[in-house]
């Protein structure tokens, strides 16, 4: 697949090889890091090296072949200090990447105070050393953490999002006014990777059973692998998603479906946030120290099909007919198509409040003073039906409390139009 969009990206690598030291690069695997970086790196003739999960002397030996065409030496490193002396040595000024660092972290946990020492004190001028790695909690714990011996030293830590519809409309040939195409994002959401099961003439029900229901299907194991880069492992975790993903989204409802107590379920729940696979909702103008009314979401739209829709239908996924299929792939859309709304406002969140629920509230981009709320429904309503929807939340608006603290505001309904603006 041709590589597009990342230029905010790419831009921040060009900053970075300017000044020099440390940069930092992470996100969830599969998010396109490697390609992100190695098409850069092609860019300034940079040096690459990608990790293996090995024994420490393995890996000091892979590391150093995959860089030694590129290095001016005839000695062979035995070891972490001699490889970095290596580096030193060099006449040249050059970039260089390390990916999936927390594997050598992993199995030799003197490797941050080596690199630190080497970073404060024999790392040469202008030079730049990139390490990158998948696990978001690993890469917080070695790089965020005060306690860290690398805490600090890098001059930026660029996290590497999943890229958004229209970038993804882009790659894959596809309209991004077109319902068929926003269903099909919604089955692969912003990882590239899954992109290359688009085929032309697919429509979303025949990628959703490409990627998750086929023989031996490459969704398969995704989550457990995913965790298990995360170092989440278990299976509270997947049961902690499988019970989200089923609907139970406050904490005394997972709890509930896992026959357990909910203070058994913090540390879980708090990994699986640290691990960015979970998001925390609360309702517009509340914090965690304000309100008990919290929620839990499946933060990847490919994570959230998996627990959604591909594991309570696996066995049954054949049994059904085509508009059954289109149906349940229909509605896990209209969770994304809510996510993709609230992106498209600064600061917007849901609201609920006993019986009454509001899809987005957010400060108004065209008044800053007044309050958007807004309705999302994941159709083309007609002008009727607009109508209808307008009525029907002017209704739960009259009704919430939230209008006394913000009698300034404008209502709105979101539907599928916005994908052609």
């Given amino acids: 697949m041709e590589f597009v969009n990342r230029d905010p990206e790419l831009r921040e690598l060009d900053a970075a090889a300017k000044r020099g030291g440390l940069l930092v690069v992470f ?121 860290a011996p690398l805490y600090g030293r890098a001059r930026k830590l660029l996290h590497v999002q999943p890229m958004d519809y229209p970038a993804f409309c882009e790659a894959c040939d596809l309209r991004p006014d077109a319902s068929d195409s926003f269903e099909k994002f919604a089955c692969v959401g912003g990882i590239p990777k899954y992109w290359e099961f688009i085929e032309t003439g697919q429509d979303a029900v025949a990628l959703a059973e490409a990627l998750y229901f086929d023989y031996a299907p490459y969704m398969e194991q995704e989550p457990q692998r995913l965790l298990r880069d995360e170092g989440v492992s278990g299976l509270n975790a997947v049961a902690v998603l499988e019970a989200v993903g089923r609907g139970a ?78 149906k349940l792939i229909h509605d896990h859309a209209a969770t994304v198509f809510e996510d993709v709304c609230r992106a498209r406002f600064p600061g917007a969140q849901r609201y609920w409040e006993s019986d009454i629920e509001l899809d987005l509230v957010a400060p108004d981009p065209d008044d800053r003073r007044r309050l958007l709320v807004a309705e999302v429904k994941w159709r083309r309503l007609t002008v009727a039906e607009r109508k209808n929807v307008l009525r029907q939340l002017e209704s739960k608006w009259s009704r919430c409390s939230l209008q006394a603290r913000h009698p300034n505001f404008r209502l709105d309904v979101l539907d599928a139009h916005v994908l052609g603006g």
Avoid at 37 to 63: F, H, K, M, N, P
Avoid at 255 to 282: C, F, K, M
Avoid at 318 to 324: L, S, V
Wanted: aromatic residues 8%.
């Fill in 27 to 147: 996100g969830r695997r599969r998010v396109g890091k490697t390609r992100l970086l190695r098409q850069w790196l092609q860019t300034c003739d940079g040096l690459y090296s990608q990790a293996i999960e090995a024994q420490r002397d393995l890996q000091i030996q892979q590391v150093f072949a995959d860089l030694q065409p590129q290095l001016e030496t005839k000695l062979v490193p035995k070891t972490w200090p001699e490889l970095l002396e290596i580096l030193t040595l060099q006449k040249r000024r050059w970039v260089l990447c390390l990916d999936e660092f927390p594997y050598l972290t992993a199995v030799d946990a003197s490797l941050p105070s080596r690199l630190q020492k080497w970073l404060d004190h024999s790392l040469p001028r202008g030079c730049l050393l990139i390490v990158a790695g998948s696990s978001t909690r690993m890469m917080n714990d070695l790089f965020l953490h005060r306690a």
């Fill in 249 to 326: 989204e406050r904490p005394s409802e997972i709890a509930g479906r896992l026959g357990t107590a909910q203070t058994n379920l913090s540390r879980l729940l708090q990994q699986l946030l640290d691990a960015s696979v979970l998001t925390r909702e609360l309702p517009f103008g509340e914090s965690v120290r304000s309100t008990k009314k919290t929620r839990y979401r499946i933060q990847d739209p490919t994570m959230r099909f998996w627990f959604r829709v591909y594991s309570p239908h696996q066995s049954r996924w054949r049994t059904y007919a085509a508009m059954e299929k289109h």
